[in-house]
């Protein structure tokens, strides 16, 4: 069983930063998904098993950083210029299927448990 283990979420004000690791058990394609109240899970960030390419969504590209080390088996959203939208429980996930980072839900087997961002304005 792949476990992945979220840290890093918690408040920030608008214009601020915090970078949250998730700690996988394996080397697979990781993703980062957020999901806002009364809103649905939406694709963030994701990334190769190697690090070289990565996918970010539109409304985080140049604000948001996905990276991994530790052996490949961490990987860090470095979150910069939060914004009060940028609110929402945040999710790592993996997937060990595929080589390409994918942008749904489906493409990705499991999950963490989730971290709370909140950005003040």
């Known amino acids: 069983q792949v476990q992945l283990v979220e840290s890093g979420g918690g408040l920030a004000q608008t214009g601020g930063s915090l970078r949250l690791s998730c700690a996988a058990s394996g080397l697979y394609i990781m993703g980062w998904f957020r999901q806002a109240p009364g809103k649905d899970r939406e694709f963030v960030a994701g990334?190769?098993?190697?690090?070289?390419?990565?996918a970010y969504a539109d409304s985080v590209r140049g604000r948001f950083t996905i990276s991994r080390e530790n052996a490949k088996t961490t990987v860090y959203l470095q979150m910069n210029s939060l914004k009060p939208e940028d609110t929402a429980v945040y999710y790592c996930?993996?997937?060990?299927?595929?080589?390409?980072?994918?942008?749904?839900?489906?493409?990705?087997?499991?999950w963490g448990q989730g971290t709370q961002v909140t950005v003040s304005s």
């Open positions: 996930a993996a997937d060990p299927r595929y080589l390409r980072v994918g942008r749904s839900e489906s493409d990705y087997v499991y």
């Open positions: 990334v190769t098993r190697g690090g070289a390419s990565t």
